[in-house]
């Protein structure tokens, strides 16, 4: 192969690799539209974006932690925990079940953060830890499970889930407004910058003085903060803390990062492709309830495919001659 | 240097070195002088029958690790495996578990490509499968958990051969055959080699690819077997929960064990009685009234701990 | 003074990397820093640019003592260092590379815009036109190295210190970077420059620190230096105590058969290897002269099968060997690599193992290692090669330098090869191992074994190679042999000014 072929391949592969989850997510929503009468219909897209949005709100969160080279496979478990400890909180008012989660799940986030940065501990161990912790966490302050935390009834917490503007619910603006601030943060500030850096190249970035260490630390406080906030949106619409939700969320997560076209081994990626990364798994899993046969479970096979494709393609990209 | 910083380092490499046998022999002694019943041939019985899958999946998981990669898939493959097993009972319990085990060889060898051809890092290529391959399982069983009635297949669970449950039989065999792998064999040297200097192990002419299909390959079986197992004692596939967090256990065993996550070393012995301690944990918690979150807590702690220790050791 | 070091000593967990160097360097000029592998210029450049503190001795700033603690520090006092590999982030954009760290900000927010502009502007100002908004591993080695010379520069900074800033470039590239070094020296802006290249040295350096063995040699202006005085300052064991022969412990010349066993005909790679061609009868020692960086580790490599080639064949008893290390192994061609830690012992496994591990599968059968043929082959080579160890199961890791490369010698002699390829098979190890070292390359030589010798120190070279092929960037541009093997020879060939 001479060097301009294989340039041309290399960013015809960048290109599919960065766009291909938007392609993929025009294709069916196209066909979803023909295909099923009701997939159009207001109600089901304002349910797409209510989907969507808990999903989107620690995947953002994802998506620096991920740039940064590292991974939060705790996310599942500490959006539980967020849930349960907001339901919890409710008790004592709006502000309580709003803090209570943060506070804990930020903690969480910290201490993955100080472990991975300040230790040199593999991120994907130190948060399988944490995931087995915040469940345990969780089970302790729920008798084993037993007790489901319910937000009252005339609470004004319930709101925040359930609240709707032009028919859409409140998480979904939540989940805009901070995906729109998280892709400024990315793009437009020194931290940002410096969570590229990290990812791109640790030891360089630290020879040009980036403060490293910090920046880790606060990627995955942000995780934490998101998933539990994630939580409290989740357990304010659905009025109790659901003890047995998460499992394997960090998974979808993680999914939907990548195949927005964020780089699973660090350095690049766009809070707009996760967004869309999220979009295309809901449409997608949407799509799957609609046709009614198909089993509910080939979404996990789709998003493991389409990994897959991606993963492959990410490393083929890294391999050609644009990044030697 | 500091001779503060010499006697840290050599008691955590003492600790890492010997810490699993001491912690487990504590274990027991406590048990032995503050729990009820426990010296008590059932409860033995009790024990290894839970720590064997996660002993089988530890050993492949070593092998593994000691290439210095990682495989997340564990717990998938064993619901692919037991999502199998009900299909095809009816041509008998042979060909059921055989083409489970096949499965798991074709995914073992799937992430061995991956990682050794592909050049992708190992946490990455065997996250694929570990987001899809439950979801297939589920498919392929119609998200259903299905009995199963075959008398030769469950043998696998209940049975005992001469007084020693099956699966604790397997296990122990596993064991024993993984620990000569290791120690006496050409394939044993070279995964052990390859992870602790691959640029030597290239040099050096040694079969660095194939070595390292065949180990993910080895782990994906284990894996396999495990959900056969699992199936078999539970009577149902299920293939729902089977396996759950299972990377994560068989990680810890490994680490806990004394099996260095930088690779170069594969310690066996350690591995199944770091299996064997994380049982021991939990068993110990519960009969002392302490509730199954304060066991999967101090799991965190003890991982946390591990791999800490580990670290201390190796980066010198 | 702008940048003074005074008696720095560097150790690390016993060896000491520098040994009470001092080094001043003067506003406005540029300095040239050389020596060979080991002796001491990496060290001395991370402890100016606050990587490693010294063990004892001061760095002064203007004057001023001053502690680096991180290369943070350093680059606010204004010293900047670009690095052989080029230090940035490849995923990021140019303009991203340029202002990390210090972005222009319009109202708390980073001003894309006015980066882009600026970066554009700046790259201009070096000769540069690439789009500032593409990901900087895009573009060429040489435009990269130029962007970060540019982000060096643009910190401010009134020392740049450029670590083997060419080696990687482009004739065309090259003088860019000269005529941005010029522009440099015209604004008062010191320069380190670290370079193997004679040729580079002599046009834009004004003065020149040789290190050797961790130690300062010389110090003075490069133009009263002749080319061959400065390479025999760089490679000699001192200058005036010059031993032609007898300083190694090899014997006299070999009786080569007549038939090469090995040629190596046109290995070509990239900017590295330029048509390298060789042969080497059995029983013959040929040796590889040349300074870092001239190609001769990667002749070897290419040799092995570690090298991808561009063109270029290898053959062994006229027959092409196969693929990669191990179709080199199977035709009888191993290599000693240079770096013992990277790519020679494995670190946590038994000196047994170590040298088993490439002969393994003949040692075993059905899979199944045979311990017992295991340890007759390791005993006797220990006891051959004198390898000093409490047992066969002793870790590597827990032996000297000297008697890890014995053991390494013991892996590659273990598979019984045809041809050894030794790259500076004495490098870090005391004296007596290396005179058993060099005792035992003979000895190998006299039983029939083909032997290329690859050395940074001269008298090695001479005394142990019936015949030298002298390497300089990437391409053999002399044979000596007979008479012509001395040191005058050798020195003239690498100094020769070409252009």
Redesign the interface.
């Known amino acids: 192969m001479t060097v301009e072929t294989r340039v041309r391949r290399a960013s015809w592969v960048s290109a599919l690799q960065r766009q291909g989850a938007a392609v993929a997510l025009v294709l069916v929503v196209v066909v979803a539209w023909i295909g099923f009468p009701r997939f159009g219909s207001p109600d089901n897209l304002r349910d797409i974006a209510l989907q969507s949005s808990f999903l989107a709100i620690i995947a953002l969160g994802m998506t620096f932690v991920i740039i940064t080279g590292g991974i939060d496979l705790s996310v599942g478990s500490v959006y539980a925990l967020g849930g349960v400890l907001a339901a919890y909180g409710s008790q004592w008012g709006f502000l309580a079940a709003l803090l209570l989660p943060l506070v804990v799940c930020g903690l969480i986030g910290l201490v993955n953060g100080l472990l991975v940065a300040r230790t040199g501990m593999a991120p994907f161990i130190v948060t399988l830890a944490t995931l087995l912790f915040a469940r345990g966490l969780l089970l302790a302050i729920t008798s084993e499970g037993a007790t489901t935390y319910r937000v009252d009834d005339g609470s004004p917490f319930l709101e925040l889930g359930r609240g709707t503007v032009l028919g859409f619910g409140y998480p979904v603006f939540v989940a805009l407004a901070l995906c729109a601030a998280g892709g ?1 943060l990315l ?4 931290f ?3 969570v ?2 990290v990812g ?2 640790e ?8 403060p490293v260490a910090r920046t880790k630390v606060l990627v995955y406080v942000m995780s934490g903060l998101l998933s539990g906030l994630a939580g409290a949106l989740t357990a304010s619409y659905l009025q109790s803390g659901v003890t047995v939700i998460g499992v394997g969320l960090e998974l979808d997560a993680i999914a939907a990062v990548v195949i927005g076209g964020t ?1 699973l081994t660090g ?2 990626g766009t809070v707009l492709g996760t967004v869309i990364g999220v979009a295309l798994r809901t449409v997608i899993q949407n799509v799957i309830n609609q046709v009614g046969t198909l089993d509910s479970n080939y979404q996990s096979v789709v998003s493991g495919a389409f990994l897959l494709v991606v993963v492959v393609l990410q490393r083929s990209l890294a391999k050609s001659p ?3 | ?1 500091t001779a503060l910083a010499l006697d840290r380092r050599r008691a955590a490499r003492w600790l890492q070195e010997y810490g699993v046998y001491v912690a487990v022999a504590a274990l027991l002694l406590f048990n032995v002088a503050f729990t009820a019943n426990f010296l008590s041939v059932g409860n033995f019985r009790t024990q290894l029958v839970q720590a064997a899958p996660v002993c089988i999946v530890a050993l492949g998981m070593a092998l593994v690790i000691g290439t210095e990669g990682v495989d997340l898939s564990v717990g998938a493959v064993m619901a692919l495996s037991a999502a199998l097993v009900p299909l095809y009972l009816g041509y008998g319990p042979l060909p059921a578990v055989a083409i489970a085990l096949a499965a798991g060889l074709l995914a073992g060898a799937f992430n061995g490509v991956l990682v050794a051809h592909l050049g992708i890092q190992p946490i990455v290529a065997t996250l694929a499968l570990l987001v899809g391959g439950r979801g297939l399982a589920l498919v392929i069983a119609d998200g259903q958990l299905v009995q199963v009635h075959d008398p030769t297949f469950l043998w696998l669970g209940t049975g005992d051969v001469l007084g020693v449950p099956v699966s604790v039989l397997a296990a122990g065999v596993f064991a024993a055959v993984v620990a000569l792998l290791v120690s ?4 044993g ?2 995964v ?2 390859i992870g ?2 691959r ?9 660095v690819k194939r070595t390292l299909v065949g180990v993910y390959a080895i782990c994906a079986v284990l894996a396999a077997v495990a959900g056969v197992l699992s199936t078999a004692r539970l009577s149902a596939s299920d293939p729902a929960d089977v396996g759950l967090l299972m990377e994560l256990s068989a990680i810890t065993a490994v680490v806990v064990g004394g099996t260095p996550l930088t690779g ?2 594969v310690r066996v012995l350690g591995t199944v009685t770091g299996a064997l301690l994380m049982q021991l944990v939990a068993a110990t918690l519960i009969k002392h009234d302490l509730p199954y979150s304060s066991a999967q807590m101090a799991q965190a702690a003890i991982i946390v701990g591990a791999v800490y220790v580990a670290r201390e050791r190796s980066s010198r | 003074m702008v940048l003074e070091v005074v008696d720095v000593t560097k150790e690390f ?1 016993g060896v000491r990397a520098l040994d009470r160097v001092s080094f001043e360097l003067e506003p406005g000029e540029v300095h040239a820093l050389v020596g060979e592998n080991g002796a001491g210029k990496s060290t001395l450049i991370k402890v100016l640019t606050g ?1 490693h503190r010294p063990t004892s001795g001061t760095v002064l700033h203007r004057g001023e003592a001053v502690e680096f603690a ?3 520090d350093a ?2 006092a204004g010293i900047s ?1 670009i ?1 052989q590999e080029v ?6 954009s140019v303009a ?1 590379n340029l202002f ?2 210090r ?1 222009p ?1 319009r109202r ?3 001003d ?1 815009k006015r980066a882009h502009a600026d970066a554009a502007e700046l790259l201009a100002g070096y000769g540069i036109r690439a789009d500032v908004r593409r ?1 900087l ?2 573009l060429g ?1 040489g435009a990269q190295q130029m962007v970060a010379l540019a982000r060096a520069v643009a910190a401010d900074a009134h020392v740049v210190i450029m670590d083997e800033p060419t080696s990687s470039l482009e004739p065309r590239e090259v003088e860019t970077l000269f005529s941005v070094v010029e522009r440099l020296h015209e604004r008062g802006i010191a320069i380190v420059y670290v370079s193997h290249r004679l040729d580079e040295l002599y046009r834009i350096c004004d003065r020149v620190t040789v290190l050797r063995d961790g130690r300062r040699v010389h110090t003075g202006p490069l133009a009263d230096l002749s080319r061959l005085e400065l390479v025999s300052m760089m490679l000699g064991r001192s200058v005036g105590d010059l031993r032609e022969h007898g300083a190694t412990a090899f014997g006299e010349d070999h009786q080569a058969g007549r038939e090469p066993v090995l040629e190596a005909r046109g290995l070509s790679s990239g900017q590295r290897l330029r048509d390298v061609s060789l042969s080497i009868r059995p029983g013959e020692v040929v040796g590889l002269a040349g300074l870092l960086g001239s190609g001769r580790s990667e002749t070897a490599r290419a040799i ?1 099968g ?1 090298l991808p080639l561009d063109s270029g064949t290898v053959l062994v008893g006229g027959v092409e060997v196969g693929s990669g ?2 179709g ?2 199977r035709a009888g061609v191993t ?1 000693l ?1 240079e770096d013992r830690k ?8 038994s000196v047994r ?1 170590n040298i088993v ?2 002969a ?2 003949r040692l ?1 059968r059905f ?3 045979s ?1 017992a043929r295991q340890d007759r082959i390791v005993n006797t080579f220990i006891e051959r090669l004198r390898i000093k160890v409490s047992g066969p199961e002793q870790k590597v890791a827990e032996l000297s330098g000297g008697n890890q490369q014995k053991v390494l010698l013991a ?1 590659w002699l273990c598979t019984r090869p045809k041809v050894l390829l030794l790259d500076e098979p004495t490098r870090g190890i005391d004296v007596g191992a290396k005179a058993e070292v060099q005792a035992l390359v003979d000895e190998l030589a006299r039983e029939g074994l083909a032997v290329l010798l690859i050395s940074s120190e001269l008298e090695e070279l001479l005394d142990g190679a019936d015949r030298l092929l002298v390497l300089k960037d990437g391409a053999v541009v002399d044979e000596l042999a007979g008479d012509r093997l001395t040191r005058d020879d050798v020195l003239a060939a690498i100094a020769a000014d070409e252009s």
């Open positions: 400024v793009r437009r500030t020194a940002g910058r410096s590229f850096a791109g190249a030891h360089s970035a630290l020879l040009m003085g980036l780089l350095g690049m644009d990044r030697r | 240097m006496r064999t050409t394939f040297r070279q052990v080699a602790g200097n640029a030597a192990s290239t040099l050096a002419g040694l079969p170069g070393r | 967990t990587v991180r290369p943070a680059q606010r260092t690095y230090n940035l982030v490849p995923l990021m991203d990390l760290g972005e900000r708390g927010l980073v894309r990901p591993g895009t080695v092995v570690a290390v191990p080199a192994m290599m690599a990277a790519e020679g012992i494995i670190p946590n496994l193992e591990l490439a393994l599968p075993s899979g199944v290692v311990r892996r």
